[in-house]
């Protein structure tokens, strides 16, 4: 039948035509998402702006003069990983440098790939100030 039919319904077709329940929407169970424990005043934005700490023997050696190195999203800037160093580690940063190492191809085990690039920041923190890692 055609929605702007000419033809209109009789009273006897009206009364004849089955009546159709209405369809009940059932929705699945929420599923709930374990997520780490967020210190209040701390949004989700400044967690994922420093992704981990970069921990090789040059941080370490760098580490012992206070400058602490991260790895950071590609689109954190000095403004936000400063905000995010004060909220999650308490201490100000008294400079930050910021690295793009770009990706790159690596032959190993006789086999070519890439290792990808990132994105990550020196913070320099005043004397006395520290940083510990768990």
Do not use: C, H, W
């Not at 941080?59 to 190195?69: F, I, R």
């Not at 689109?75 to 940063?93: D, G, Q, R, S, W």
């Amino acid at each position: 039948m055609a929605i702007f039919s000419s033809k209109k319904k009789t009273a006897e077709e009206k009364a004849v035509a089955p009546k159709v329940a209405k369809a009940v929407k059932v929705s699945a169970p929420k599923k709930v998402v374990a997520t780490k424990a967020v210190p209040t005043g701390i949004s989700n934005a400044d967690l994922t702006v420093l992704t981990k700490p970069r921990v090789t023997e040059k941080a370490g050696v760098l580490s012992e003069s206070n400058v602490y190195t991260f790895e950071v999203s590609p689109n954190a800037n000095k403004f936000t990983i400063a905000k995010a160093i004060k909220e999650l580690y308490k201490v100000t940063p008294r400079k930050i440098n910021i690295i793009n190492l770009p990706r790159r191809s690596v032959f190993v085990r006789g086999k070519f790939g890439v290792q990808a690039g990132v994105k990550k920041a020196m913070v320099s923190l005043n004397k006395g100030d520290k940083i510990e890692f768990i």
